[in-house]
């Protein structure tokens, strides 16, 4: 490739004072690590938010030391998607772990592996922020001092956007409009163009609700782009799965089932629908979105659901008071941008949304992503130079652009 990529998903490791280092008595007595054996864990309150058995999005070591390769489980994942499971194992999926590095954790250290890999400019997004949003749900007030301690701490190790090369999104939790609109401010105080929401509903609301205009109208004003990433930790699917399914005596069933039922799929669904069909972009029509680390599998179906919607023959959808000006499925397509796993048809997504509208994440260094970001262009092979571009640097570019 003749230019330099635009990954819009790398990942860091956080460090142990992430949450506490400017957060106030509250959060210092809420926040705290424990200690069990060797092992170091986080309690949130008087909940354990990390450690193995604790669920599929739930963080095993929040130390990170020692930690997986880049790319260890890649291989695997390209082999479950092919149907070829007989060249995959779950068994040592994430191979020989490695000393932390300084790459993970330095933003110095991050530019200069950027550099090195032909990678000019990133999003970067949390490892264990992204799981712990929900241990907080009943409690607006601990919720954003917590997230907000977490985003001055990310404005001082990676930065919001101090240069252009790193965007780091800060998180904005939806649970309160006076909360969300308060953070969203500090964020636009600090640069950022780009900011993390989580996937779902909004803590017992649509995230299109008109509770949330006061937040939206800010959004559509200073041109930031909303990242939906792949959801972590304890959430509303968790509780609404209990109430469904989780009577089963066995404990390794639920378990399956509940990542089955309730995968990273059905977030971004959900989130789609209620925000298109909720007419949030006929209200605020400059607002974009992007689906980050949750693949691309599900468009399809989502275009297909989005123009069944309302009654079947007139398709006409009403939500707050207004109809929908625009068939569904193209509202889709104009707002919304997907960055797909690169083991999925990658080339079918870009014939279905146009090469305009999908992004490259390599979820570097994460061992389920590419053991380099520039590995990512392996699943755009039979695309045309120009589409090529555009996915590797170009869409990422444009929605940063001020």
Request: glycine residues 10%; negative net charge.
């Amino acid at each position: 490739m003749d230019f330099q990529l635009f990954d819009a998903d790398n990942h860091y490791y956080e460090a142990p004072d992430c949450f506490t280092r400017h957060g106030d008595e509250t959060v210092r007595r809420y926040v705290r690590w424990v200690s069990e054996g060797k092992r170091r864990h986080l309690l949130f309150g008087d909940r354990q938010a990390t450690g193995a058995g604790l669920g599929f999005n739930s963080v095993p070591n929040p130390t990170f030391e020692p930690i997986a390769q880049p790319g260890a489980f890649h291989d695997t994942l390209k082999a479950f998607e092919s149907g070829d499971q007989g060249k995959s194992t779950f068994a040592g999926r994430y191979g020989d772990l490695e000393p932390l590095s300084p790459v993970y954790q330095s933003r110095e250290e991050r530019l200069a592996a950027m550099d090195a890999q032909g990678v000019e400019k990133i999003f970067v997004f949390p490892t264990l922020g992204l799981t712990v949003e929900g241990f907080m749900a009943g409690d607006p007030e601990v919720m954003y001092k917590v997230m907000h301690a977490f985003n001055l701490w990310l404005d001082d190790d990676w930065g919001v956007n101090r240069d252009g090369r790193i965007y780091a999104p800060p998180v904005v939790p939806m649970l309160t409009v006076e909360g969300a609109v308060a953070e969203l401010e500090w964020a636009l105080s600090c640069g950022a163009r780009v900011i993390s929401i989580q996937p779902g509903p909004a803590y017992g609301r649509s995230p299109a609700d008109t509770y949330f205009d006061p937040f939206w109208a800010r959004v559509n004003e200073a041109g930031v782009l909303v990242a939906y990433h792949a959801l972590g930790g304890p959430s509303d699917y968790d509780r609404t799965f209990a109430e469904m399914y989780g009577t089963s005596s066995d404990p390794a069933y639920t378990g399956m089932l509940r990542m089955a039922v309730c995968s990273f799929e059905r977030p971004m669904m959900e989130t789609a629908q209620s925000l298109i069909l909720g007419n949030l972009f006929g209200r605020f029509p400059n607002i974009r979105a992007a689906s980050i680390e949750m693949g691309g599998t599900w468009v399809p179906y989502l275009l297909h659901a989005l123009d069944h919607s309302g009654p079947l023959l007139t398709r006409k959808v009403e939500s707050f008071g207004t109809v929908l000006a625009d068939r569904p499925s193209d509202v889709f397509k104009e707002r919304f941008y997907v960055s797909p796993f690169p083991e999925e048809d990658v080339v079918g997504l870009v014939g279905l949304l146009g090469a305009d509208h999908v992004l490259m994440g390599s979820d570097w260094p994460h061992p389920e992503g590419t053991p380099t970001p520039a590995a990512y262009a392996e699943c755009l092979v039979g695309l045309p130079e120009k589409s090529v571009r555009r996915v590797m640097r170009d869409n990422a570019l444009e929605l940063v652009a001020a």
